[in-house]
């Protein structure tokens, strides 16, 4: 059974579908796992019958076993964000937001900026603390267009996107910056572990600033967010 390694981690899992297989191949290493995932055909047939069919058996399997990763990252100080995150000069900058909003159309136009500019996860990227700093990761699940590096950058701040006609940008406070954030995640069944997912980010919050970006789809958006982000 081949192992992967995510964001810092080894993980077992073996893939049954051409989806996650290709994949995950550029995550595959030669080492002992960490922890092992994976899904009961049960219950790819149980949701293949509850959507009747709409969604493949292979994206089925592609989504829980991500959701399966996900969920183990909060024993190994991790957390994954629905987000398009975006890397220069070896710092990453993270867009969140709900389906629809705009994040990817965002990171894009940094693309287009004249920076050395990579998108390192376009759609759930991770945060791991490890060694005191903040750690964003590509890995193999990052939704329907499959954009990822495998690599990491050091976080320098996450965004908060909301459509606009103008552009601006502020600071945001971290009590209502948290409720939000944890809206773009899996949100965890226990107690326990929803203790564990809150003070990770009230630490992260702590070090790792948070704005509100009010934007259109022009260019200057993307000027603006990165001036001021970069800072």
Known sequence: ??????????????????????????????AEPDFKIGVKDSVIEEQYEFYKGKVSKASLEYLWVGSAFHSKLLEYNGFYLHSSTVVVDGMAYSFTAPCGTGKSTHTSLWLK????????????????????????????????????VNTSAQLKGICIIEQSADNSIERMDIDAAVPLLIS?????????????MCDFLDELLGEI?????KCNTKIEAAELSYKTMSR
């Open 1 to 30: 059974m081949p192992v992967y390694r995510i964001a810092g981690l080894n993980v077992l899992y073996e893939p049954k579908y051409e989806v996650l297989k290709q994949r995950s191949e550029k995550y595959i290493v030669d």
């Open 113 to 148: 900026l004249p920076l050395d500019a990579f998108i390192i996860n376009d759609d759930k990227t991770v945060f791991r603390k490890i060694d005191g700093k903040y750690i964003a990761f590509g890995t193999p699940f990052s939704g329907k267009n499959d954009i990822n």
């Open 184 to 196: 773009q995640t899996v949100r965890p069944t226990s107690a326990e572990r929803t203790v564990m």
């Open 209 to 213: 600033p948070i704005y509100k970006l």
